[in-house]
């Protein structure tokens, strides 16, 4: 587990280290990166798929088997921490919508993508890749601007 979790570390600290700074993007370009990045977390091809399941199993042993709950807590404030590193990008590249709560929004996050990807793996029939990023799409227009002015 604990090197499945360094190797997506890894894909995700690289991904944005090539990003840099989110304001040197429009606000398509922020949006896209943003889903690609936040995308890496949801089953939406077979590696990923493999990933996720292997990641839930953890979770679930995690709840009643205390030599794990420390590594279970990293993963998900990792997550978290993803997540608020990609949400404030996009609010100082000013695509997120204005008067935005980042804390309930790093929240409201987190959730969607783990029920996604609980969805997906306990029911990939009901809730297969383009579901997923169709959940993920809709979620991102709640919180983003519509407009693709360059930024300054």
Do not use: K, Y
Request: charged residues 30%.
């Amino acid at each position: 587990m604990r090197s499945m979790l360094d190797r997506l570390s890894e894909r995700l600290r690289t991904r944005l280290e090539d990003i840099g700074d989110f304001r040197r993007h429009t606000r398509a370009e922020q949006r896209r990166l943003a889903a690609a990045l936040l995308g890496e977390l949801l089953p939406l091809h077979e590696r990923r798929r493999a990933e996720v399941a292997v990641f839930l199993d953890f979770v679930v042993t995690a709840r009643t088997n205390a030599a794990f709950a420390g590594l279970s807590r990293w993963a998900a404030t990792g997550e978290r921490a993803l997540i608020r590193r990609i949400l404030d990008g996009l609010d100082a590249g000013g695509a997120l919508r204005p008067g935005r709560d980042l804390d309930a929004e790093t929240e409201r996050l987190a959730s969607l993508l783990d029920g996604l990807s609980l969805a997906a793996v306990l029911h990939p029939n009901l809730c297969d890749a383009q579901r997923c990023a169709a959940a993920l799409d809709a979620h991102l227009s709640d919180l983003l601007v519509a407009d693709d002015r360059p930024v300054a």
